[in-house]
């Protein structure tokens, strides 16, 4: 029997289509791109439009072998790689590799969302050819890439140090984290005061109806400033004095909508706030909830749409299944008179795509928990809850916002404070979902006001002035700068986690309290391209380079003009740069003393992270770990606590006694002691200051966090 070939991208995405297809197909898996540019040399004649030149894969020689005698004895082959510029690229590539078509066998291509029995039949049904658009997109984006990190890369290594490299967008985002750690830097602390007033209808009802109001200015509009102590007195002592009326009541019922369905950029930044899943993290549990889950006697099912996308549309289809579920499980309040609908969130946003949403809402969370990992079971019931959540009513909130005036009888002058509290009337959506906020955001306040009208008299109870102090920005989490990147049109969907995956491996930023900082060797590189190749960084140019890339996606564009308009000053640059660039040495003296020769040890970074090496080579060749002391004393043994890691990576505090002394803490250690019995303090991501040994917690205000992470 002829069978007709299939083929995709990995195992897992086979078993579920072989599931759905049945019999006569043969169902074959590329293990990703079977061809790219070769490692050892730039691979592009600039010369000659660029063009490239494409090897096999090493490790995918045997799939093509494979691949090329199926598709010999096959009686048609249909592509069906993933809907995004890689998976095209991948198709045309096996097209080529194998030399389909000379054989006069017929290629389809076939392309859907979602990997469940209608999807995968429909486009089955309706094949298209190769759409080459797309394909000299991914083509471009690839050939820019190789021309910045091949080009840039060998004159780093000349100029300050091996093992280094650039890349036109991993640059622009280690710009992006180095500018923002530059205004931490720059940051002047100004003090100033704040005075809250606890209020109430009367002394003899006081228990029931106090409340606090904030001092927010004058009663004639004037600005009312409080720098010091000694300002924040001489106002304190006024209000003390002064008597207290209801000015205005504002009631006002407020309607909070739901958030679109998930798009790449929003599950990854939702899976950082409420999962603390790395950008990275959630694209591989989104890959596997995509391709497909073991569920039983139903066997291998795409649980998810496809997880690379910039758009929040969703099919009819899905929204009235929605909105079916909705009313079955919460009842028709819950539900709005007419489907919700999200219009394209940037102008980069691509409609044919459809947002992250389950592929069969019926199918609950606590349903797939005998099948699912915990953490796949996390991320799916994340994107199911913000999907039924699109579709829900609105919450109805009633917001009641209080103006007292404080008036001063000696100085004549008025004081306007502010209360305000809110109550949810209905919870439609929230309910079921409400959207993380980020860590940079303040969580509100609830006050319960008493019913309160214009003109009722109110009595002082107390004053509380509060010393404040202004704060930094905050350094970016994976969240933050992926929305910063979304923002500013840098990277797609598909480039995020490598992004930052890659400023991290290369040594330039590293996480702390999971925020990113930037390293040593990340300032050095960042300032050297930002002088001599300021467009490389320049966020505006790396945005506008990404729209073109789309222009060629669309097929208003040739990507042999992108790449020349690009290229041309490009090596002009590097030519100059390549002569004006001095040696930058890197290497930073330490208090160490080589065990060998007796030389200074100086700190270097490497492939692997920071070493120590003899200051005398290459007459002494003498390398040892570098280890970040604490001036903890680890409280088994007493010597120092030193920062360590695993092998996957991530830091933890042991003694520098190890193995003799196998003390360690997952968390940074205090060097001041428990100030209840003597013991190690560790701080927690929350900002808590705890001890090892008994129950004293002390809280950090977010400028001891900053310094902390510093």
Same mark, same amino acid.
């Given at each position: 029997?002829?069978?007709?070939?299939?083929?995709?991208?990995?195992?897992?995405?086979?078993?579920?289509?072989?599931?759905?297809?049945?019999?006569?197909?043969?169902?074959?898996?590329?293990?990703?791109?079977?061809?790219?540019?070769?490692?050892?040399?730039?691979?592009?004649?600039?010369?000659?439009?660029?063009?490239?030149?494409?090897?096999?894969?090493?490790?995918?020689?045997?799939?093509?072998?494979?691949?090329?005698?199926?598709?010999?004895?096959?009686?048609?082959?249909?592509?069906?790689?993933?809907?995004?510029?890689?998976?095209?690229?991948?198709?045309?590539?096996?097209?080529?590799?194998?030399?389909?078509?000379?054989?006069?066998?017929?290629?389809?291509?076939?392309?859907?969302?979602?990997?469940?029995?209608?999807?995968?039949?429909?486009?089955?049904?309706?094949?298209?050819?190769?759409?080459?658009?797309?394909?000299?997109?991914?083509?471009?984006?690839?050939?820019?890439?190789?021309?910045?990190?091949?080009?840039?890369?060998?004159?780093?290594?000349?100029?300050?140090?091996?093992?280094?490299?650039?890349?036109?967008?991993?640059?622009?985002?280690?710009?992006?984290?180095?500018?923002?750690?530059?205004?931490?830097?720059?940051?002047?602390?100004?003090?100033?005061?704040?005075?809250?007033?606890?209020?109430?209808?009367?002394?003899?009802?006081?228990?029931?109806?106090?409340?606090?109001?904030?001092?927010?200015?004058?009663?004639?509009?004037?600005?009312?400033?409080?720098?010091?102590?000694?300002?924040?007195?001489?106002?304190?002592?006024?209000?003390?004095?002064?008597?207290?009326?209801?000015?205005?009541?504002?009631?006002?019922?407020?309607?909070?909508?739901?958030?679109?369905?998930?798009?790449?950029?929003?599950?990854?930044?939702?899976?950082?706030?409420?999962?603390?899943?790395?950008?990275?993290?959630?694209?591989?549990?989104?890959?596997? !909830? *995509? %391709?497909? $889950?073991?569920?039983?006697?139903?066997? /291998?099912?795409?649980?998810?749409?496809? @997880?690379? =996308?910039?758009?929040?549309?969703?099919?009819?289809?899905?929204?009235?299944?929605?909105?079916?579920?909705?009313?079955?499980?919460?009842?028709?309040?819950?539900?709005?008179?007419?489907?919700?609908?999200?219009?394209?969130?940037?102008?980069?946003?691509?409609?044919?795509?459809?947002?992250?949403?389950?592929?069969?809402?019926?199918?609950?969370?606590?349903?797939?928990?005998?099948?699912?990992?915990?953490?796949?079971?996390? !991320? *799916? %019931?994340? $994107?199911?809850?913000?999907?039924?959540? /699109?579709?829900?009513?609105?919450?109805? @909130?009633? =917001?009641?916002?209080?103006?007292?005036?404080?008036?001063?009888?000696?100085?004549?002058?008025?004081?306007?404070?502010?209360?305000?509290?809110?109550?949810?009337?209905?919870?439609?959506?929230?309910?079921?979902?409400?959207?993380?906020?980020?860590?940079?955001?303040?969580?509100?306040?609830?006050?319960?006001?008493?019913?309160?009208?214009?003109?009722?008299?109110?009595?002082?109870?107390?004053?509380?002035?509060?010393?404040?102090?202004?704060?930094?920005?905050?350094?970016?989490?994976?969240?933050?700068?992926?929305?910063?990147?979304?923002?500013?049109?840098?990277?797609?969907?598909?480039?995020?986690?490598?992004?930052?995956?890659?400023?991290?491996?290369?040594?330039?930023?590293?996480?702390?309290?999971?925020?990113?900082?930037?390293?040593?060797?990340?300032?050095?590189?960042?300032?050297?391209?930002?002088?001599?190749?300021?467009?490389?960084?320049?966020?505006?140019?790396?945005?506008?380079?990404?729209?073109?890339?789309?222009?060629?996606?669309?097929?208003?564009?040739?990507?042999?003009?992108?790449?020349?308009?690009?290229?041309?000053?490009?090596?002009?640059?590097?030519?100059?740069?390549?002569?004006?660039?001095?040696?930058?040495?890197?290497?930073?003296?330490?208090?160490?003393?080589?065990?060998?020769?007796?030389?200074?040890?100086?700190?270097?970074?490497?492939?692997?992270?920071?070493?120590?090496?003899?200051?005398?080579?290459?007459?002494?060749?003498?390398?040892?770990?570098?280890?970040?002391?604490?001036?903890?004393?680890?409280?088994?043994?007493?010597?120092?606590?030193?920062?360590?890691?695993?092998?996957?990576?991530?830091?933890?505090?042991?003694?520098?006694?190890?193995?003799?002394?196998?003390?360690?803490?997952?968390?940074?250690?205090?060097?001041?002691?428990?100030?209840?019995?003597?013991?190690?303090?560790?701080?927690?991501?929350?900002?808590?200051?705890?001890?090892?040994?008994?129950?004293?917690?002390?809280?950090?205000?977010?400028?001891?966090?900053?310094?902390?992470?510093?």
């Amino acid at each position: 029997m002829t069978m007709k070939l299939v083929v995709v991208e990995s195992p897992a995405k086979s078993r579920t289509i072989s599931r759905i297809l049945g019999k006569g197909y043969d169902i074959k898996a590329t293990l990703g791109h079977v061809r790219d540019l070769p490692k050892s040399e730039l691979g592009i004649d600039t010369a000659n439009d660029f063009a490239p030149r494409y090897v096999v894969i090493k490790q995918r020689r045997p799939v093509i072998t494979e691949l090329k005698k199926s598709a010999n004895s096959a009686s048609a082959v249909y592509l069906a790689t993933d809907p995004d510029r890689e998976g095209e690229a991948i198709s045309w590539h096996l097209i080529e590799s194998i030399k389909l078509g000379k054989n006069k066998v017929p290629i389809h291509r076939v392309v859907f969302h979602e990997i469940t029995k209608d999807a995968v039949e429909k486009a089955f049904h309706h094949p298209r050819s190769i759409d080459m658009n797309l394909v000299d997109a991914q083509q471009a984006r690839r050939v820019l890439d190789r021309l910045v990190g091949y080009k840039l890369s060998p004159l780093l290594w000349r100029k300050v140090q091996r093992g280094l490299s650039a890349g036109r967008v991993q640059s622009a985002a280690l710009r992006i984290i180095v500018d923002r750690e530059r205004e931490i830097q720059n940051f002047v602390r100004m003090e100033y005061w704040t005075i809250e007033a606890e209020l109430a209808k009367s002394l003899t009802e006081a228990t029931k109806t106090s409340f606090r109001a904030l001092l927010i200015g004058l009663t004639d509009g004037k600005k009312l400033e409080m720098p010091n102590q000694e300002e924040a007195k001489k106002i304190e002592d006024e209000l003390r004095k002064a008597d207290y009326a209801v000015k205005k009541v504002m009631v006002k019922e407020i309607a909070r909508q739901p958030a679109p369905p998930f798009t790449t950029s929003t599950m990854q930044q939702e899976a950082w706030r409420k999962l603390r899943f790395t950008a990275q993290r959630t694209m591989i549990i989104a890959q596997q !909830l *995509y %391709e497909g $889950i073991q569920l039983g006697e139903e066997g /291998s099912v795409g649980l998810i749409t496809y @997880m690379r =996308t910039d758009s929040t549309n969703v099919a009819a289809s899905a929204i009235a299944e929605t909105r079916d579920f909705i009313t079955s499980k919460y009842g028709a309040r819950f539900l709005p008179p007419h489907p919700r609908s999200f219009g394209k969130r940037g102008k980069w946003a691509q409609e044919a795509h459809e947002a992250i949403r389950p592929t069969k809402i019926y199918r609950e969370p606590d349903q797939l928990r005998p099948y699912l990992k915990p953490e796949q079971l996390r !991320l *799916y %019931e994340l $994107i199911w809850k913000r999907m039924v959540a /699109s579709q829900m009513a609105a919450a109805s @909130m009633d =917001t009641t916002t209080v103006e007292v005036e404080a008036k001063c009888s000696e100085s004549q002058k008025g004081y306007l404070l502010r209360a305000a509290s809110s109550v949810v009337k209905f919870p439609g959506f929230i309910t079921l979902y409400s959207e993380g906020k980020d860590e940079d955001g303040e969580e509100d306040k609830a006050v319960i006001l008493p019913e309160l009208k214009a003109g009722d008299k109110l009595v002082l109870l107390d004053l509380f002035p509060e010393q404040r102090f202004t704060q930094p920005p905050f350094r970016y989490t994976e969240a933050t700068l992926i929305k910063a990147l979304e923002q500013k049109g840098i990277g797609r969907p598909s480039t995020y986690a490598p992004i930052i995956s890659t400023i991290q491996e290369r040594g330039y930023v590293y996480k702390e309290s999971g925020r990113l900082c930037p390293d040593e060797i990340g300032f050095i590189v960042n300032d050297l391209l930002t002088q001599h190749f300021p467009e490389i960084v320049d966020l505006d140019f790396t945005a506008q380079l990404e729209e073109e890339l789309d222009e060629i996606a669309r097929g208003e564009r040739g990507w042999v003009s992108v790449l020349r308009d690009f290229y041309i000053p490009f090596e002009e640059t590097l030519n100059q740069a390549s002569e004006k660039i001095e040696r930058i040495n890197v290497a930073k003296p330490t208090e160490e003393v080589c065990p060998e020769c007796g030389r200074p040890m100086v700190l270097k970074t490497g492939r692997f992270g920071k070493f120590l090496a003899c200051s005398g080579y290459p007459d002494c060749k003498k390398t040892m770990p570098f280890k970040v002391k604490t001036g903890v004393s680890c409280p088994q043994c007493g010597k120092e606590l030193i920062e360590r890691k695993t092998k996957k990576k991530r830091i933890f505090y042991g003694c520098s006694g190890f193995p003799q002394c196998q003390f360690a803490v997952n968390r940074r250690p205090v060097p001041q002691p428990c100030p209840q019995c003597g013991k190690l303090l560790i701080i927690y991501r929350d900002g808590w200051v705890k001890c090892t040994a008994c129950e004293y917690k002390d809280k950090l205000d977010e400028l001891e966090k900053i310094g902390a992470a510093a």
